[in-house]
C-alpha cells in the first residue's frame, strides 16, 4: 500500500518513475527469475503498468549504468512532442472505430486532438459533451496513445474539452 501511495504522489506531481531492485547479487537466480518477481512488482503496483523495472547490485556494479540510461529514457519520454497532425492521423481512426459510449442517449464526438505545450505530456482532445466522457474511455485513450508512442514512466494527463 505504501509503495502505491509513492506511485500516487509521483503521478500527481506529474514525476516519471523508473523501479531499481537493488541487491540483485544476493537472490538465488533461476532460469525466469526476473521475469517472475517483475510480474509480482508489476502486480503490487497494478494502476501503474508503463514503468520501467531495473534489477541492480550497488556492490558489483551489475546495471548501474542500465538505470542511467532508463532514467534518461523516461526523462526523454516525458519532454517528447508529438506533431498534432501525426497525432490526429494515428488516434482519430482508433476513436472513430470505437467512439466514447453514448450517455442519456446523446453521443460524444471527438473532432481533433493536439498535445498541450508543457513540461510533461498532456493531451487535449475536443469534442461536442466533454462532460459526458467517463474514467474508463478516458484510461482506453491513454492505453492507446502509449501503445502508439513511447511514453514509457513518463504520466500522462488527458483532458476534454468543448469544441
Known amino acids: 500500500a505504501q509503495v502505491v501511495n509513492i506511485f500516487w504522489l509521483a503521478a500527481r506531481n506529474n514525476k ?4 531499481l531492485v537493488n541487491k540483485w547479487d544476493l537472490v538465488d537466480k533461476k532460469t525466469n527469475t526476473i521475469k517472475l518477481i517483475e510480474e509480482q512488482i508489476r502486480k503490487e503496483i497494478e494502476p501503474f503498468v508503463d514503468v ?3 534489477f541492480i ?10 538505470a542511467i540510461e532508463t532514467a534518461m ?4 519520454n516525458r519532454k517528447q512532442n508529438i506533431i498534432t497532425r501525426k497525432f490526429n492521423n494515428s488516434l482519430l481512426p482508433i476513436i472513430n472505430k470505437n467512439p466514447p459510449p453514448a450517455y442519456k442517449g ?12 508543457s513540461s510533461y505530456p498532456q493531451f487535449a482532445f475536443f469534442c ?10 478516458k484510461r482506453f485513450l491513454e492505453n492507446k496513445i502509449r501503445e502508439i508512442y513511447d511514453f514509457t514512466g513518463a504520466p500522462i494527463r488527458i483532458f476534454f474539452r468543448k469544441k
Open 128 to 137: 461536442n459533451l466533454p462532460q459526458y466522457i467517463k474514467d474508463p474511455y
Open 57 to 66: 547490485s550497488s556492490l558489483t556494479k551489475q546495471r548501474i549504468f542500465k
Open 52 to 54: 520501467p523495472i531495473v
Open 106 to 117: 446523446k453521443y460524444v464526438k471527438i473532432k481533433f486532438c493536439t498535445q498541450l505545450p
Open 16 to 19: 516519471g518513475i523508473v523501479i
Open 73 to 76: 529514457l523516461v526523462y526523454k
